[in-house]
Structures are given as C-alpha cells and as structure tokens.
C-alpha cells in the first residue's frame, strides 16, 4: 500500500513569508507525527496527533508554528512569518496507536524547507 | 527521564568489514519499545526493526543483527560485511508504551561511510 507522502519535496520561501507543509498519512493511521530535523542532527519532536486531536503541542518551537488534522488524515504543518532558522525538513511519521497498542511508526520522505 | 545516547557521531569502515553501532537507553519504565531506524541519503526514514523491553532474544536478519541487554541498557546495531549501500544515518529510538505516553525520543544518529 501507498506510504506515508509529504509535499512540497522541497520549498524555497522568503523570509517574512508563510508557508505550509502538508503531510498524507498512511491509510488507517490514527496517530500523525511531525518532526524537525535540521542540518546533521536528530530528530526534534514538534507536535502529535491522536485523530484530530493534538495531545501535545510542546515541541512547537514558537507561537509561529502551527498544525491541523482534518478528518483524521491530511495534515498541515504552518509556519508563520519564516525566519532562517526555521530551515531545515520536516518529517511526518504516522501509525495504528490506539487502546494501549504500540506500532510502528512510518516516516514520509520530508518536506526541505529553505528560508533565504 | 528518558534519553537515547549515540555516542559514535561518524563511523568510516571500508567494504566488508564488520560494524557495531551503539545505543544506549536511559528509561525508569519497566516496559518499553526501542527502535532502529536507516536515514540514507534520499532522507526518507526507513524502519529496521523494533523490540519490546521483555523480549532480549538477539535478532538476525540477513547481514543485520541487534544485540538486546537490559542489564547495560543497550540495543546495539551490527552490519556484517559492510556494503556501500549501507552508507547512512543510523538512529535508535525509545517509546514508552501506554495512551498519552506516545512521545518517541531519538538519538542523534550515527553516520556510516562505507567505503569503496
């Protein structure tokens, strides 16, 4: 079946600019995570979604960050008002959680994003 | 407090030799999931494997193998005659189970050359 997908692949924007990462979970999958991952280092959580629920907002760096579900399915990272630092890919995960169960989760290809 | 150390940054081996990529874990929880996951340089996530806390048999799977041992908390990653193709960022990972305790926390990676 069809993995988890993420567009644009890449984004070029200005800073000032907003922009928006969208992100196509797999089939099924309740749960939809969304990570930064800048220049060589790990993964930084940013925010989780149980549904259309988000549990945790916690790991959104800033009040310029924000994120939706709809329909338990697509999501929408948005970024407001880009700064330089805000530069680097966004990875969306998603996976069947639920009723105490741990799966797995799946990761998308990334968004790259590059504020100039 | 959980935490995933990587202490390896940057492993270099050349073709066909043998590899062992560490992790370690700190977690309080009895019960727990941990994780490998191969970020090559497309940059997409790809998932290896996964191991509850009560499960320490080793796992084998074709030149990979994990070697489990709760007593030093570690979930070390073996690569037998290394290939270029496994060239790549290597992270562990650790979930607790349970609803509301879905926060996956990552190491820093491991990059892996493989030379020619």
């Known amino acids: 079946g069809a993995g988890v997908s993420q567009s644009p692949s890449n984004k070029v924007t200005e800073k000032g600019k907003d922009v928006e990462l969208r992100c196509d979970p797999i089939?099924?999958?309740?749960?939809l995570y969304w990570y930064r991952q800048s220049l060589g280092q790990g993964l930084e959580f940013l925010i989780y979604f149980q549904g259309n629920s988000a549990p945790d907002k916690s790991g959104l760096p800033s009040d310029r960050f924000s994120a939706e579900r709809t329909g338990g399915s697509v999501s929408t990272l948005t970024i407001q008002r880009t700064q330089q630092e805000d530069s680097a890919v966004y990875l969306c995960?998603?996976?069947?959680?639920?009723?105490?169960?741990?799966?797995?989760?799946?990761f998308g290809p990334g968004t790259r994003l590059l504020v100039l | 407090a959980q935490k995933v150390t990587q202490a390896q940054t940057e492993i270099s081996v050349v073709e066909k030799e043998d590899v062992t990529l560490d992790c370690v874990y700190e977690t309080r929880d009895t019960t727990y999931y941990l994780f490998w996951y191969k970020q090559p340089p497309s940059g997409e996530l790809v998932f290896l494997i996964r191991?509850?806390?009560?499960?320490?048999q080793n796992e084998i799977s074709g030149r990979y193998s994990w070697n489990f041992q709760k007593s030093t908390s570690s979930f070390n990653f073996t690569i037998t005659a290394s290939q270029v193709v496994d060239s790549a960022v290597y992270f562990c990972?650790?979930?607790?189970?349970?609803?509301?305790?879905?926060?996956?926390?990552f190491g820093t990676g491991t990059r892996l050359k493989v030379l020619a």
């Open positions: 191991r509850n806390s009560f499960d320490e």
């Open positions: 990972a650790l979930r607790r189970p349970g609803s509301g305790t879905y926060k996956y926390i």
């Open positions: 089939s099924g999958h309740t749960a």
């Open positions: 995960a998603s996976s069947l959680e639920g009723r105490g169960v741990i799966e797995t989760q799946y």
